[in-house]
């Protein structure tokens, strides 16, 4: 395990892998930002890498030999779930905690994704945060997804993917991404990565997953790769751009 004196000086960039310590679940680092209030450094990515409330606090009972607690959710108007998680995250490939999480969007009592499916996390060391993105010479901006706009989003394991934003929902809680190449648009693990708008230099979501055979535009997809708008989530946990 690293301390804070092994991260001084290092960068953790937007792409790497990471897993909550002690699961098998992998996502990837969108990317970083500051708290609105204190200006303090955060990462930035989804909230379904980590284990299931319910199964986390069953699993700890039955380690103790007790009975399976008495579960409940925290109720519709709970979005985000500010209390100390106890919680860390690390490199997916050294194992070396890199960041505490902070606050996590809430998840229904079933473990299906939540509203937000996204999580904010303290680094181990300032040092690491960094307001790049890798494949790209310019330092994206914060700006409103738009439907028809030309995305990519890298990660260290999928590398560069191209898209399309397809939709943009009347609700404004999620847009639809369709490949523009004969890849896939994600691969397994590539779920936190930001989506950039190429036109506009700017980040406009964050990667959650893949839905099946939606209806959009007068036709069926077989697939399509969705996101969270990124100022959606900026709001929600308090954030401003690195």
Same mark, same amino acid.
């Given at each position: 395990?690293?301390?804070?004196?092994?991260?001084?000086?290092?960068?953790?960039?937007?792409?790497?892998?990471?897993?909550?310590?002690?699961?098998?679940?992998?996502?990837?680092?969108?990317?970083?930002?500051?708290?609105?209030?204190?200006? $303090? =450094?955060? #990462?930035?990515?989804? +909230?379904?890498?980590?284990? %299931?409330?319910?199964? *986390?606090? !069953?699993?700890?009972?039955?380690?103790?030999?007790?009975?399976?607690?008495?579960?409940?959710?925290?109720?519709?108007?709970?979005?985000?779930?500010?209390?100390?998680?106890?919680?860390?995250?690390?490199?997916?490939?050294?194992?070396?905690?890199?960041?505490?999480?902070?606050?996590?969007?809430?998840?229904?009592?079933?473990?299906?994704?939540?509203?937000?499916?996204?999580?904010?996390?303290?680094?181990? $060391? =300032?040092? #690491?945060?960094?307001? +790049?993105?890798?494949?790209? %010479?310019?330092?994206? *901006?914060? !700006?409103?997804?738009?439907?028809?706009?030309?995305?990519?989003?890298?990660?260290?394991?999928?590398?560069?993917?191209?898209?399309?934003?397809?939709?943009?929902?009347?609700?404004?809680?999620?847009?639809?991404?369709?490949?523009?190449?004969?890849?896939?648009?994600?691969?397994?693990?590539?779920?936190?990565?930001?989506?950039?708008?190429?036109?506009?230099?700017?980040?406009?979501?964050?990667?959650?997953?893949?839905?099946?055979?939606?209806?959009?535009?007068?036709?069926?997809?077989?697939?399509?790769? *969705?996101?969270?708008?990124?100022?959606?989530?900026?709001?929600?946990?308090?954030?401003?751009?690195?």
């Amino acid at each position: 395990m690293s301390t804070h004196a092994d991260n001084e000086g290092r960068r953790l960039l937007s792409g790497e892998p990471l897993c909550e310590e002690g699961s098998y679940l992998q996502a990837t680092l969108g990317g970083w930002f500051r708290l609105s209030e204190s200006g $303090a =450094p955060v #990462l930035l990515t989804v +909230e379904h890498l980590l284990t %299931p409330d319910p199964i *986390r606090a !069953a699993s700890a009972c039955l380690a103790v030999g007790g009975p399976p607690p008495r579960l409940r959710w925290q109720g519709e108007d709970a979005i985000v779930n500010r209390r100390p998680e106890g919680r860390w995250l690390c490199h997916a490939t050294s194992g070396e905690r890199v960041a505490r999480v902070l606050a996590s969007g809430v998840r229904p009592e079933t473990g299906h994704q939540g509203p937000l499916d996204a999580c904010i996390a303290a680094p181990v $060391a =300032p040092s #690491l945060g960094s307001d +790049e993105y890798p494949p790209l %010479p310019w330092v994206p *901006r914060v !700006a409103e997804p738009r439907e028809g706009s030309t995305v990519l989003k890298f990660t260290r394991r999928g590398g560069l993917r191209h898209g399309r934003i397809l939709c943009v929902s009347e609700s404004g809680d999620e847009v639809l991404v369709t490949s523009t190449s004969e890849q896939p648009f994600a691969v397994e693990g590539d779920s936190g990565a930001l989506l950039i708008d190429v036109e506009a230099r700017a980040a406009i979501g964050l990667h959650v997953g893949e839905v099946y055979m939606r209806y959009v535009k007068e036709r069926q997809w077989a697939v399509l790769w *969705r996101a969270r708008p990124l100022p959606l989530l900026m709001k929600a946990f308090h954030l401003r751009p690195y």
